[in-house]
């Protein structure tokens, strides 16, 4: 026979599984919640570490590639600071050195997308002897900058022994936008 003891005891034995089954479901739910937000945690962490990674990647290349920025500087002209008018004065100066007139017809910026360098067009009529002329053409050709010949132009100037003509040669420069 069930006494009124047996069934207090049994009302709150049944309670207490009930309430603890309750919070066994509650804590559950907790750590599931927990996990998920350490996981996003974690992939925050790595992310931010990679980054980290990159950062300090890149800061070193940087350090390591100075010298190699520098020696490359010198072959490229910038637009500050009047080297486009030293090199044109040095140039001027180099044909008068070869024994050739040489005149600067026409200076054009052009500029060339998706890069941090323009292309500065120098046009330039020569005229002098043939062997001087040749000269100061390969002069041109090995300058000291990034730079290439896009025209030749050389006739024989009237009944005289000299040639004459144009020359165009471009050059990258850095543009500063």
């Known amino acids: 026979m069930i006494t009124k003891r047996s069934k207090s005891i049994f009302v709150t034995a049944i309670s207490f599984f009930s309430l603890s089954i309750v919070l066994l479901i509650g ?14 945690e974690l992939i925050l962490i790595k992310q931010n ?27 490229i002209l910038t637009e500050e600071g009047g ?14 050195n070869s024994g050739v007139d040489l005149v600067t017809e026409n200076l054009d910026v052009v500029t060339v997308q998706g ?13 002098g002897q043939i062997d001087k002329v040749h000269d100061l053409i390969l002069l041109l050709e090995s300058l000291p900058y990034h730079s290439k010949m896009r025209r030749v132009e050389l006739a024989k ?18 543009s500063h936008d």
């Not at 570490?49 to 940087?62: D, G, H, M, S």
């Not at 080297?83 to 008068?96: D, G, N, Q, V, Y």
């Not at 009237?158 to 020359?167: D, Q």
């Open 27 to 40: 804590i559950l739910f907790q750590i599931n919640r927990m996990s998920t937000i350490y996981q996003e």
């Open 49 to 75: 570490l990679e980054r980290e990674q990159e950062y300090t990647t890149l800061a070193r290349i940087v350090e390591e590639s100075e010298g190699d920025r520098t020696a490359l500087k010198d072959f």
């Open 83 to 96: 080297e486009t008018i030293s090199f044109l004065t040095e140039i001027e100066k180099m044909a008068r």
């Open 115 to 127: 890069s941090v360098y323009d292309d500065l067009h120098i046009s330039f009529k020569v005229e």
């Open 157 to 174: 100037v009237g009944g005289t022994e000299r040639f004459g003509g144009k020359v165009v040669v471009s050059l990258s420069i850095i």
